[in-house]
């Protein structure tokens, strides 16, 4: 997974104009991200048709707050540069709940 510390608007129109994407927004102070960390490259396995991008909040807090993310770790779903699906909370998160929602995306 790439990780991006600086993100703006235009890095978001460029890595989420083609082909799925998924964003977690995270940030290196929050434990409930840092849980989801080792289950990461098994979702990514289970997801190979998906780009996966782990965005830190604090370099993207313009973003962030357009897009309405209050709460970390938080996923947001890209399809060709449309938003299809979100999971953003502040609840820590398992890798079922995770995988459950980007199969419901299908």
Not at 36 to 47: A, H, Q, T, V, W
Not at 55 to 70: E, F, P, S
């Amino acid at each position: 997974m790439e990780q991006i510390k600086k993100f703006d608007d235009a890095k978001l129109a460029e890595i989420t104009k083609t082909g799925r994407v998924v964003l977690e927004f995270s940030a290196d102070w929050c434990p409930d991200c840092r849980f989801l960390d080792p289950l990461m490259p098994e979702i990514e396995s289970d997801f190979a048709d998906s780009k996966f991008y782990q965005i830190d909040r604090d370099g993207a807090v313009d973003v962030a707050k357009k897009l309405n993310i209050m709460g970390i770790p938080s996923f947001v779903v890209y399809q060709d540069g449309q938003e299809i699906g979100r999971l953003v909370n502040k609840d820590r998160k398992t890798k079922e709940e995770v995988e459950d929602f980007l199969r419901s995306l299908d």
